[in-house]
């Protein structure tokens, strides 16, 4: 349940402005200064204007700034949720396991497997209904990154902030991610047995611990399917690594050669055998995961029993306040300094 939205999101894009209006200003008081300071001598020229302020002027343009960016939001009418009511769903709970080892970060699937990954799972938490979504990420180990959830919006910005940074024991334990999902299914609020279960693995297959077939079997038994989406390609690519988000080169072997990541096509399709599930192959034009949503939708859907708000309440005058107040600021604060500061023309107070 969305608790907060905004009504026209559409309009926020306008805020993209906002740091080219600050590029432009620099550069027009970098302007003015040169200009000033052509004249004459420097110190001569602050002494004939010793009341321009460029504190007070880069104020001034922050409040505009402020104004402006308030108003954009304003436009965007933020809403929050008034009045609750239960409504009833159809769908099945699924987890999405995500492979976040370093060798996602191979670009052979562009712009990288991860990130690729990310944005499909992005635009399938978009089609999602009635469904309850939950989100694992793995490499060496397994972690719950969002319990299973009707909040879409919640999986969404999860799964944003999901990186290579989050676990430290590197590696690719596909059996732990399974595992990790089974659990996830069986501590569940709702626990439905009737209700269909699904685990989508979107990783390149390369599994350094056994047990991955082992537990695709339990989870068959428990009723639960499992769809593996392969993220590579058979050439395969070296493995980037950043430092401050520059790529300062490429992961070596201990004998000095670039290694070269290769998904694991035959683990990933024997999983989804085991597990009545289904292998696609992702590629740089299709991800895989439509394919996926195809096969889940054929799937029997029970009810589902949540909670959504109904009603919602505008909040764009907060913001429309909040922009009027500080052009009123803007309008009240001076470009000069303090009239105390007397002009010194003709008296060097150095001497």
Same mark, same amino acid.
């Given at each position: 349940?969305d608790?907060?939205?905004f009504e026209?999101?559409e309009?926020?894009?306008?805020?993209?402005?906002?740091?080219?209006?600050?590029?432009a200003?620099i550069?027009i008081?970098?302007?003015?200064k040169k200009?000033?300071?052509?004249?004459? &001598?420097?110190?001569?020229?602050t002494?004939?204007?010793?009341?321009?302020?460029?504190?007070?002027?880069?104020?001034?343009?922050?409040?505009?700034?402020?104004?402006?960016s308030?108003?954009?939001v304003?436009?965007?009418?933020?809403?929050?949720?008034?009045?609750l009511?239960?409504?009833?769903?159809?769908?099945?709970d699924?987890?999405?396991?995500?492979?976040?080892?370093?060798?996602?970060?191979?670009e &052979?699937?562009?712009?990288?497997?991860?990130s690729r990954?990310?944005r499909?799972?992005?635009?399938?938490?978009?089609?999602l209904?009635?469904?309850?979504?939950?989100?694992?990420?793995?490499?060496g180990?397994?972690y719950?990154?969002?319990p299973?959830?009707t909040?879409?919006s919640?999986?969404?910005?999860?799964l944003?902030?999901?990186?290579? &940074?989050?676990i430290?024991t590197q590696?690719t334990?596909?059996s732990?991610?399974?595992?990790?999902?089974?659990?996830?299914?069986e501590?569940?609020?709702d626990?439905?047995?009737?209700r269909?279960?699904?685990i989508?693995?979107?990783?390149?297959?390369?599994?350094h611990?056994?047990g991955?077939l082992?537990?695709?079997?339990?989870a068959?038994?428990?009723?639960?399917?499992i769809?593996?989406?392969?993220?590579?390609?058979?050439?395969?690519a070296?493995?980037?690594?950043?430092?401050?988000?520059?790529?300062i080169?490429?992961?070596?072997?201990r004998?000095?050669h670039?290694?070269?990541s290769r998904?694991?096509?035959s683990?990933?399709?024997s999983?989804?055998e085991?597990?009545?599930?289904?292998?696609?192959?992702?590629?740089?034009n299709?991800?895989?995961?439509?394919?996926?949503?195809?096969?889940?939708?054929?799937?029997?859907?029970?009810?589902?029993?949540?909670?959504t708000?109904k009603d919602?309440?505008?909040?764009f005058?907060?913001f429309?306040?909040i922009a009027i107040?500080?052009?009123i600021?803007e309008?009240?604060?001076?470009?000069?300094?303090?009239?105390?500061?007397?002009?010194?023309l003709?008296?060097?107070?150095?001497?």
């Amino acid at each position: 349940m969305d608790i907060f939205r905004f009504e026209h999101p559409e309009y926020l894009y306008g805020l993209i402005i906002v740091p080219f209006l600050w590029i432009a200003w620099i550069v027009i008081i970098r302007l003015q200064k040169k200009n000033w300071l052509s004249f004459g &001598d420097k110190a001569l020229v602050t002494r004939l204007i010793p009341r321009v302020s460029y504190r007070l002027k880069n104020w001034k343009f922050l409040l505009i700034i402020i104004a402006i960016s308030s108003l954009f939001v304003a436009i965007s009418n933020p809403q929050i949720g008034s009045k609750l009511e239960k409504v009833q769903r159809k769908g099945i709970d699924m987890i999405i396991a995500v492979d976040i080892s370093n060798s996602m970060l191979a670009e &052979d699937i562009k712009p990288s497997r991860l990130s690729r990954a990310k944005r499909e799972i992005s635009k399938l938490v978009d089609k999602l209904e009635g469904d309850r979504i939950g989100i694992i990420v793995f490499a060496g180990k397994a972690y719950t990154q969002l319990p299973i959830t009707t909040d879409y919006s919640a999986a969404k910005m999860f799964l944003s902030s999901v990186s290579t &940074d989050f676990i430290s024991t590197q590696g690719t334990s596909i059996s732990s991610a399974i595992e990790m999902a089974r659990t996830t299914f069986e501590n569940s609020e709702d626990k439905n047995s009737d209700r269909n279960k699904a685990i989508i693995i979107i990783t390149d297959g390369e599994d350094h611990e056994d047990g991955a077939l082992e537990q695709a079997k339990k989870a068959a038994e428990e009723g639960i399917k499992i769809y593996t989406i392969g993220m590579g390609t058979v050439k395969g690519a070296p493995i980037p690594i950043f430092r401050n988000d520059v790529r300062i080169g490429y992961k070596k072997d201990r004998e000095g050669h670039t290694v070269i990541s290769r998904f694991n096509e035959s683990l990933l399709r024997s999983i989804a055998e085991n597990a009545d599930g289904k292998y696609v192959r992702a590629s740089n034009n299709n991800a895989g995961l439509k394919v996926i949503l195809g096969e889940i939708n054929k799937m029997n859907k029970t009810e589902i029993e949540t909670q959504t708000f109904k009603d919602y309440e505008s909040r764009f005058q907060i913001f429309t306040a909040i922009a009027i107040l500080f052009l009123i600021l803007e309008l009240l604060l001076g470009e000069r300094k303090s009239i105390n500061k007397r002009f010194d023309l003709f008296n060097n107070r150095n001497n």
